[in-house]
């Protein structure tokens, strides 16, 4: 549920009725799981790539954000500009 819905782990929790201690731990496995399901990996770098891949989804963000504000400002300065 936390992780294709992307609800916090806290919310989720609380629905079911768990520490968000014990969930956090359950979805962190999983996702470590994913990562090395054969388990060839050491854990420091299965921790390596779910790192990479929490800053792979920020950056990712990131972009789309910095595209919309251009996007955005760009429709400002056509305005500014009579274009419209």
Do not use: H, Y
């Amino acid at each position: 549920m936390v992780t294709s819905t992307r609800r916090p782990i806290t919310q989720v929790a609380a629905e079911l009725g768990i520490s968000d201690k014990t969930l956090w731990a359950w979805v962190n496995q999983a996702r470590l799981n994913k990562i090395d399901p054969e388990r060839a990996l050491t854990r420091q770098q299965r921790e390596r790539i779910r790192d990479l891949e929490k800053e792979n989804a920020r950056l990712q963000r990131d972009v789309e954000f910095l595209k919309k504000a251009n996007a955005f400002f760009r429709e400002l300065d056509r305005e500014d500009n009579g274009s419209l």
